[in-house]
C-alpha cells in the first residue's frame, strides 16, 4: 500500500472515529429510533450475513421449524442494531446510566473473595451487551478489572475501543499479554474476565467438543490459567430484561478448580453458554462464523462428549 493510500485510510478511520464521538451524544432514545431505521437496512436490504446466520441457527437449533427460525433471525437482526448503537453511546455514556441499566445480582460471594485479598475469574460471552458489562464490572468491584480482548487489525479504532471500554477504570489485557498482566497482579485483588465462546484459530484448535450439536473448538485459556492460579470461577450470565436494560446473575461456576479433571471447567463453561442460547437464541453473536473450522482427520469423537485432538 502506497504512502498516500495509507493516509487516507488513516483519515477516514480518525473521521469514523469523530462521527461516532457524536452520535454517542445523542440519548438512548434517539439511538434506538435510529436502531430501528438499521434493523431495516441490516436485514431486509443488504442481507448482512443472512445467510451466515440462517446456517448457524438450522445447524444450532435442529428443533426449530423453518418459520420459528425465521423469527428468531429477525429478532437477532432487530437486537443486534440495537446493540451497535448501544456500543456507541459507551464513549459518553454516564456512571449513573450504566448503574441504572446494567445491575449485578447476588455479586457478594465475588466481592468476599475480593475483600478477603483473593482474586476471581470471569466467564462470559457474546451474549446480550457484554461491552456494557465490561464498563458494569469496573463499576461495581473493588478490585482492579482486566477484561482480555482481542485486538482490532485497524490501530487507530482499536486504540479507541480500548479507551471506550477502560471507562470506569477497567485495565484491558490483549490476549497473548494475558499471563505477563497474571504475573504483573499477583498479590492484589484482580478480577480477570475471559470471553468463552471465541473459536480459537485453526492452528490453535487443541480441544474440541460438541456445541450446539455441531463438532466446536474451544478456548483453554481459562482452564489453564484457573488451575495454575487456583482462582475461582464465576460466571456471568447477562440477562436482557427489555431495551437498554440488563441485569447480571454472579454464578459459582467452579470455586476449586484444582479438584476437576482435565477439560471439566472448559465442559462446565461451555454447557453453561448453551443452555443460555437455548433460553434465550436471539441474544447471542449469531453472525459471528463460529463454525469456520472442522476438526482434522484423524480426531477422535465420542458422541455428545468429547472431541480431542489426536
Not at 161 to 190: C, D, E, Y
Not at 201 to 230: C, M, N
Not at 250 to 278: D, G, S, W, Y
Request: contains cysteine; proline residues 4%.
Amino acid at each position: 500500500m502506497s504512502t498516500s493510500h495509507r493516509m487516507i485510510k488513516k483519515g477516514i478511520a480518525h473521521l469514523g472515529i469523530f462521527f461516532l464521538g457524536v452520535l454517542s451524544l445523542f440519548p438512548l432514545s434517539v439511538l434506538y429510533i435510529l436502531a430501528d431505521g438499521a434493523y431495516l437496512l441490516l436485514y431486509f436490504v443488504f442481507g448482512y450475513r443472512r445467510k451466515v446466520v440462517r446456517e448457524n441457527l438450522l445447524n444450532a437449533l435442529p428443533d426449530k421449524t423453518l418459520e420459528e427460525i425465521v423469527h428468531i433471525e429477525k429478532r437477532y437482526y432487530r437486537y443486534l442494531a440495537s446493540l451497535i448503537f448501544e456500543i456507541v453511546k459507551m464513549s459518553s455514556i454516564s456512571r449513573k446510566e450504566i448503574e441504572e441499566r446494567f445491575v449485578f445480582k447476588n455479586k457478594e460471594q465475588v466481592q468476599a473473595y475480593l475483600n478477603r485479598g483473593e482474586s476471581i475469574l470471569i466467564c462470559s460471552a457474546h451474549y446480550g451487551n457484554w461491552e456494557w458489562g465490561t464498563l458494569g464490572i469496573g463499576l461495581n468491584f473493588v478490585a482492579d478489572h482486566y477484561p482480555i480482548y482481542k485486538p482490532l487489525s485497524n490501530p487507530i479504532f482499536d486504540n479507541w475501543f480500548k479507551k471506550v471500554r477502560s471507562r470506569f477504570g477497567n485495565k484491558l489485557i490483549a490476549m497473548r499479554q494475558t499471563m505477563r498482566a497474571l504475573q504483573a497482579s499477583k498479590g492484589k485483588p484482580s478480577i480477570f474476565s475471559f470471553g468463552n465462546d471465541q473459536a480459537p484459530s485453526k492452528d490453535e484448535s487443541h480441544y474440541w467438543t460438541t456445541f450446539l450439536h455441531q463438532p466446536s473448538s474451544v478456548q483453554l485459556g481459562i482452564e489453564k490459567i484457573a488451575k495454575r492460579t487456583g482462582q475461582p470461577i464465576f460466571y456471568f450470565k447477562i440477562n436482557v430484561l427489555k431495551r437498554g436494560f440488563y441485569s447480571v446473575d454472579c454464578v459459582p461456576l467452579c470455586l476449586n478448580p484444582a479438584e476437576t479433571a482435565e477439560f471439566e471447567i472448559t465442559e462446565l463453561h461451555t454447557r453453561f453458554l448453551e443452555q443460555m442460547i437455548k433460553e434465550r437464541p436471539e441474544y447471542w453473536l449469531w453472525s459471528h462464523k463460529r463454525w469456520k473450522y472442522k476438526p482434522k482427520t484423524g480426531v477422535a469423537f465420542n458422541g455428545n462428549e468429547r472431541l480431542k485432538q489426536a
